[in-house]
């Protein structure tokens, strides 16, 4: 099948264009700039739920930020999932669609600006205030919801699947605008979440395994998530330069300063290696049923690469001398989540090679060796600064191996995987 027939038209216009799904072998198919700048919206909401965790966590309230937390970057990951998949199988690039999109952003505004309230409401107790956070999402589910129609409506050879995902998305939404205008409590809202999440979780999974599912781009899809990968991890960084640009300003640059900029810089640095040695597109084009699991997987890699921006942001506070936890504290508020992004990403690149290595068992324990490491050099009063630069060489382990060895090991796992191909559709 050509290019021609089936990449949307780009006139100058952006005259509408039918929705009959893109082609799933289109050369070259990259993130649009309509997408990048959806996804600068989700910059804010990370930074927010960054910011609110650390604060939490500084003040040594880890229940109340570790619950709120696992919330917005639920809801954040799940808004933005939802939109990448469908753009990716149906982006027309016309005004409609467009103009559909901008309503997403607003919504992912809302849902931003009402994270602060959510997680204030959790800290002190009683009912949980989500009302504006749910508002965004349901602006966001609305304008979804039209898209899924047009796309049943003009791609009849796949209006089951479509339909399946008005359908979930419908019956969900009704739960949701009761949790607007209901003051449940923490328990019974969370139970909510919990139960609306998996009816729209059953939609997808019904659509793609029994309808014949939508024709969604693997490269491109992995290219999307890519993205938000690095817009997390740029969010780490920028978060704990604000915040150690006010220790400058007040008391000027000194080690401790210096030293957790450099182990900031040097954990997005090494947490970016290793995410790309994932074989995403690949496997993805061969095995697109394996889509499920690594598409919704990835929220808990997301969440753990703003929890270490975050924990960041707590390191900052306690050289500030804001933070009310001590050293070591301070100290496991990065390794956890560091430790949690590594075993993630070991997790999710076996899900996908369906294949496991010797190798990687090695890499894992000099991983935890290191992570250990830090952990003990805090228990035995060493700066809190100079722990966090050993923490940093926790991700440089897996590229140091990859780059002495694994390299070979993943070419060849990568061959035998794709020699199982599942039938093209």
Known sequence: MSDATTTPPRATAHRLARMSGRDTHEHHRTATTLELLFDLTFVIAFSLAASQLAHLMAEGHFRAGLIGFTLAIFAICWAWINFTWFASAYDTDDWVFRCVTMVQMVGVLILAIGLPAMFHSIDVGGHLDNGVMVLGYVVMRVAMIFQWLRATRQDPQRRGACMTYVIAIGIAQLGWIVLIFFDFSL?????????LTAI????????ETRYGGTPWHAHHIAERYGLLAIIALGEGVVGTVASITAVVDGEGWNLDVALVCLAGTGLTFGMWWIYFLLPSAEVLHAHRKRSFVWGYGHMFIFAAIVATGAGLHVAA???EHKAHIGSLATVLTVVIPVGAYIGLVYGMYAY???QAEPLHAWLLAG???VL????AAAMAGVDMAVCLIVVMFAPFVTVVGFEAAGHRHRMAA???CLAEAEPAQ
Do not use: D, F, K
């Open 414 to 416: 990568l061959e035998r």
């Open 317 to 319: 506070y306690y050289i």
């Open 372 to 375: 250990a490491a830090s952990i």
């Open 352 to 354: 996908l090679l369906r």
């Open 367 to 369: 991983t935890v060796l």
């Open 200 to 207: 729209e979780m059953l939609g997808p999974y019904i659509a």
């Open 187 to 195: 328990t019974v809202s969370i139970a909510m979440v919990v139960v």
